[in-house]
C-alpha cells in the first residue's frame, strides 16, 4: 500500500495550516493509499478528526513513502533519503535557510518546493496565494482602524479584527460586510488628506485582496484617474477610494520617450526605475502584493519614507506588506513578524522598527505566514489544487535518478534536490551554499 504522511508545523508556533484537510484525506484513503498524520496540538483540524477521516496518528512518519509539509522543516526533523514537500523559501538563495538546503542536501532528501509547481508556461498549480491577499486586506483594514482612532477618528473600521479572530473566511466576511454597510452610512470622517486603499500587483494575492476591501464603500479610481485627483487637488473627503496599481503604473522606463512593454520589464528590468513615490503622499492603506525580486526597482526606499514623515502627520498610515521582503520592494519592512506580534512601527529617522509602536512612521504588518491566520479555509483551498496529484507522487520510485524520475511534470519541475544533488534548474543555488 502506498502511504503518505502528513507532518507537525513546528517551525512557527502560529502556523495552523495543513498541506489538505481531514476531509480530503478521507477521499486519499478511499483511493486505497494510506495516510499518517504526526499528532501536532497547535493545528487548526484537532487530531480527532484526522482520525475520524481514516488516518493513523503517530510520531514515527519515518515508514511514509512521501511526507508532505506546509513550511519549512527543521533540519533535525529531515528524514534522510526521503521525499518531503514544502515550501522550503531557498530558491532566491535566502541566506537564513542556505543551512537548510545544505542538510537537504547531505543527508540525501528529494525536496519538491510547491512554490515551483507550475505548468508547462511557467504557471503556478499550488498556492496559498489569495488567502495572504484576503488576511492581509482583513488586518490592513484593522490597523487603519485602530490608527484612525488613535488619531481620534471613531469609525466603524474600529470594530474590525484581526483575522485569526475570526471563525473562518465567511464569519469575516460577515463581519466586514457589516462594516462596510455601516461606513456607507457614515462616511469617511474629513481629513485634510484623502482617504485610500492603495493594492500594488494583479496577481492572487492582489485579488484576494480587492476581495476584502471590495467589502467596503469604496469608489474605484485608475491610477492615472488617482494621479489626476491629486494634480487638482479634487479627492472627496468623505469617500475611500480604492486603487490598484500594476507594474505598467508604478515603474516607467529609464529611456527618454520610451513606453512600458510587459514582456521587455520581465526580462531587462534594469532598464526601469520606480514610479511610485508620486502615489505616497495620498495613500491611507497601501497593500503591497507583487512578487519581488533584487533585480526590479524598490517602490517605496527609506529616503522617500524620511522626507515623507518630515511632515507632522502624513497621510500614509499603514503599509500591509503581504509579499514580506524584508528591506524588499518596500524598504519599512525590517524584518518579517508572527501573528501574535503582527506589526510594528517603521521610524524613518533610525530607519529601524519600533516594537512599541510609538514612533512617527507608518505601521508595517509583516506576517510572512497570512494565510494561516485563515487556516481552514486556506487548508481546503491549497488541498484542493494538491490531491490530484497525491496518488502519482506515493506511487513514484524515487530511488531512481532525476533523469528516470517518473513523477507528474509539475512536480518534477519542482524537484530542487535528489540523492544529494541540486537538479540541473538549481544548480545555481551552489553558489549561493558556498
Same mark, same amino acid.
Given at each position: ?95 537564513? &535557510? ?44 484593522? $490597523? ?19 483575522? &485569526? ?49 471590495? $467589502? ?68 491611507? $492603506?497601501?497593500? &503591497? ?80 505566514? $497570512? ?64
Amino acid at each position: 500500500m502506498n502511504h503518505i504522511a502528513i507532518r507537525k508545523e513546528n517551525i512557527e508556533l502560529t502556523e495552523k495550516r495543513s498541506p489538505m484537510a481531514p476531509e480530503q484525506a478521507a477521499e486519499l484513503i478511499r483511493q486505497g493509499l494510506k495516510v499518517t498524520v504526526e499528532p501536532w496540538a497547535n493545528r487548526f483540524f484537532d487530531d480527532a478528526s484526522w482520525r475520524t477521516a481514516g488516518a493513523e496518528l503517530s510520531e514515527d512518519i519515518s515508514r511514509a513513502d512521501i511526507i508532505f509539509g506546509v513550511k519549512e522543516v527543521p533540519i533535525d526533523d529531515l528524514i534522510p533519503g526521503k521525499p518531503h514537500v514544502f515550501f522550503s523559501h531557498t530558491i532566491k538563495g535566502q541566506s537564513y &535557510n542556505m543551512p537548510l538546503l545544505q542538510a537537504i542536501l547531505d543527508k540525501e532528501v528529494t525536496l519538491m518546493d510547491y512554490e515551483k509547481v507550475t505548468d508547462e508556461k511557467g504557471r503556478r498549480l499550488i498556492f496559498f496565494g489569495p488567502y495572504a491577499g484576503l488576511a492581509g486586506a482583513i488586518n490592513g483594514l484593522w $490597523l487603519l482602524g485602530r490608527q484612525m482612532k488613535k488619531e481620534g477618528y471613531n469609525t466603524p473600521l474600529s470594530e474590525i479584527r484581526q483575522a &485569526n479572530t475570526y471563525k473562518d473566511l465567511e464569519d469575516a466576511k460577515a463581519a466586514l460586510t457589516a462594516v462596510g454597510q455601516k461606513l456607507k452610512e457614515t462616511g469617511m470622517p474629513v481629513s485634510s488628506h484623502p482617504w485610500s486603499v492603495v493594492i500594488t500587483g494583479g496577481g492572487t494575492v492582489s485579488r484576494g485582496a480587492q476581495e476584502i476591501i471590495d $467589502l467596503m464603500p469604496v469608489t474605484e479610481v485608475t491610477p492615472v484617474e488617482f494621479t489626476d485627483l491629486a494634480n487638482r487637488n479634487a479627492f472627496d473627503a468623505h469617500v475611500l477610494y480604492k486603487v490598484v496599481i500594476d507594474c505598467d503604473h508604478f515603474v516607467k522606463p529609464k529611456a527618454p520617450g520610451a513606453r512600458f512593454d510587459w514582456q521587455d520589464y520581465f526580462e531587462h528590468p534594469e532598464n526601469y526605475e520606480a514610479d511610485f513615490e508620486k502615489y505616497l503622499p495620498y495613500i491611507s $492603506l497601501m497593500i &503591497n502584493g507583487i512578487y519581488w525580486e533584487k533585480r526590479y526597482p524598490k517602490l517605496i526606499t527609506r529616503e522617500q519614507l524620511r522626507a515623507l514623515y518630515a511632515e507632522r502627520r502624513p497621510n500614509l498610515r499603514v503599509v500591509a506588506d503581504i509579499t514580506c521582503d524584508p528591506r524588499g520592494s518596500v524598504e519599512c519592512t525590517v524584518h518579517c513578524t508572527a501573528s501574535d506580534k503582527p506589526a510594528y512601527v517603521y521610524d524613518p529617522l533610525s530607519d529601524e522598527a519600533d516594537e512599541s509602536m510609538q514612533a512617527h512612521g507608518p505601521v508595517v504588518l509583516a506576517v510572512d505566514k $497570512l494565510p494561516s491566520e485563515l487556516p481552514a479555509s486556506a487548508t481546503r483551498f491549497f488541498g484542493d489544487m494538491l490531491l490530484p496529484f497525491v496518488p502519482a507522487l506515493a506511487r513514484a520510485d524515487f530511488s531512481v535518478p532525476f533523469e528516470k524520475l517518473d513523477i507528474p511534470a509539475p512536480f518534477k519541475r519542482a524537484v530542487i534536490a535528489h540523492q544529494g544533488r541540486l537538479t540541473p534548474d538549481f544548480e545555481y543555488l551552489y553558489d549561493f551554499l558556498k
